[in-house]
């Protein structure tokens, strides 16, 4: 794809995005959502590798289903009511098709069978857009659902499941993409278990999401991280820049004081304000589940350092490396050192919300 022709396609996800956060209408959502689907195929393709091309085909299907079943319900809401606006409230069967339609886009349980495979079939790059960007708009239409449902059980059990789901499946992958899309599984499912207590936190916690799984896709784009057993090598290029993946991965983790403990500590506080204890305990099992892979990452990568040649950094096969190492350094630390900084001074005023 041509540099010009990718930066149009960009600029229409983005376009295509705002067209759903600030429509008030389910007709011109659904259509913001086709145009952010057939925007985003042509990037994902880019490669045009038999791999990429089978995790676009599978992509395009699982969202224009999803669309489909949107659509449809959005019809019989227009029938109900004879309007297309988002303010009418939803029946039992329309929220049920808009809860398991958001499902199937954002990944969450018992949809999510298709998000690892995709990932692992793209690049880091692409990857990253479709963990992060790519799910604001679902994530808003699931905030609209919430406002106008008065049982939203359903959308709790499903976070609660996607959460545990994503923690336990991550334990046996030695692939990094498929470790960071169960990564995004679970983040995801904290989030919609928040969301219909607190829209506001929710939002609070998928921006923090969002920058620190930037953070991690990003080193392991330019470190070339496609494989857990690839970690040995990190102190050959640059040990620093294993550092700062181990601290992005704890980060990932929740562990504090890092900005990733601002979701665990503004989840669980809102749980546990609204009495949902059982829910609270299943979601401190998924994150102890996520963190034993996390600490893995972060113990090989930045602990320990494994056995090669004094001149093994002066070796021509790794100059191409090094050098990019040094761009790594320097685009990721401010954004490193600040993530670390922002949880430790956001932390007292966050623990009054």
């Given at each position: 794809?041509?540099?010009?022709t990718?930066?149009?396609?960009?600029?229409?996800?983005?376009?295509?995005t705002?067209?759903?956060?600030?429509?008030?209408?389910?007709?011109?959502?659904?259509?913001g959502?086709?145009?952010?689907?057939?925007?985003?195929?042509?990037?994902?393709?880019?490669?045009?590798?038999?791999?990429?091309?089978?995790a676009t085909?599978?992509?395009?299907?699982?969202?224009s289903?999803?669309?489909?079943l949107?659509?449809?319900a959005?019809?019989i809401q227009?029938w109900?009511?004879?309007?297309?606006?988002?303010?009418?409230?939803?029946?039992?069967?329309?929220?049920?098709?808009?809860?398991?339609?958001?499902?199937?886009?954002?990944?969450?349980?018992?949809?999510?069978y298709?998000?690892?495979?995709?990932?692992?079939?793209?690049?880091?790059?692409?990857?990253?857009?479709?963990?992060?960007?790519?799910?604001?708009?679902?994530?808003?239409?699931?905030?609209?659902?919430c406002?106008?449902?008065?049982n939203n059980?359903?959308?709790?059990?499903?976070?609660?499941?996607?959460?545990?789901?994503?923690?336990?499946?991550?334990?046996?992958?030695?692939?990094?993409?498929?470790?960071?899309?169960?990564?995004?599984?679970?983040?995801?499912?904290?989030?919609?278990?928040?969301i219909?207590?607190?829209?506001?936190?929710?939002?609070?916690?998928?921006?923090?999401?969002?920058?620190?799984?930037?953070?991690?896709?990003?080193?392991?784009?330019?470190?070339?991280?496609?494989?857990l057993s690839?970690?040995?090598?990190?102190?050959?290029?640059?040990s620093?820049?294993?550092?700062?993946?181990?601290?992005?991965?704890?980060?990932?983790?929740?562990?504090?004081?890092?900005?990733?403990?601002?979701?665990k500590?503004?989840?669980l506080n809102?749980?546990?304000?609204?009495?949902?204890?059982a829910?609270?305990a299943?979601?401190?099992?998924?994150?102890l589940?996520?963190?034993?892979?996390?600490?893995?990452?972060?113990?090989?990568?930045?602990?320990?350092?494994?056995?090669?040649?004094?001149?093994?950094?002066?070796?021509?096969?790794?100059?191409?490396?090094?050098?990019?190492?040094?761009?790594?350094l320097?685009?990721?630390?401010?954004?490193?050192?600040?993530?670390?900084?922002?949880?430790?001074?956001?932390?007292?005023?966050?623990?009054?919300?």
């Amino acid at each position: 794809v041509h540099r010009n022709t990718t930066l149009i396609l960009a600029f229409n996800v983005f376009i295509s995005t705002l067209v759903v956060l600030t429509s008030h209408h389910w007709f011109t959502i659904w259509v913001g959502l086709e145009m952010n689907t057939l925007s985003i195929l042509p990037i994902l393709c880019s490669n045009f590798s038999p791999r990429n091309v089978e995790a676009t085909i599978k992509y395009f299907l699982v969202q224009s289903f999803s669309a489909a079943l949107i659509l449809n319900a959005a019809l019989i809401q227009a029938w109900l009511y004879s309007s297309w606006s988002i303010a009418h409230p939803l029946n039992a069967f329309t929220s049920i098709i808009f809860t398991l339609a958001l499902s199937l886009k954002l990944g969450l349980f018992p949809c999510h069978y298709w998000f690892p495979d995709v990932i692992q079939g793209v690049n880091f790059v692409q990857g990253l857009i479709l963990s992060t960007w790519q799910k604001v708009a679902p994530l808003v239409i699931l905030f609209y659902i919430c406002s106008n449902t008065i049982n939203n059980t359903c959308i709790i059990i499903i976070g609660v499941l996607s959460a545990l789901v994503g923690g336990w499946a991550g334990l046996n992958q030695t692939q990094v993409r498929k470790i960071l899309a169960f990564s995004s599984i679970s983040h995801m499912g904290w989030i919609c278990s928040i969301i219909s207590y607190s829209p506001n936190t929710s939002m609070v916690m998928m921006l923090v999401y969002i920058i620190i799984n930037s953070s991690a896709f990003i080193l392991s784009n330019e470190l070339r991280l496609n494989n857990l057993s690839l970690l040995g090598r990190i102190s050959t290029i640059s040990s620093t820049a294993g550092v700062f993946l181990g601290v992005v991965v704890l980060s990932l983790g929740g562990l504090p004081p890092l900005t990733g403990f601002i979701n665990k500590f503004l989840g669980l506080n809102c749980l546990i304000h609204n009495s949902s204890f059982a829910a609270s305990a299943i979601l401190i099992i998924s994150s102890l589940l996520s963190l034993f892979f996390y600490l893995r990452i972060a113990f090989n990568s930045s602990l320990i350092f494994f056995p090669q040649h004094s001149l093994t950094m002066f070796s021509w096969r790794n100059s191409e490396n090094v050098k990019n190492s040094v761009t790594v350094l320097s685009m990721t630390l401010c954004i490193l050192v600040c993530l670390s900084i922002f949880g430790l001074s956001t932390f007292p005023l966050l623990s009054s919300l």
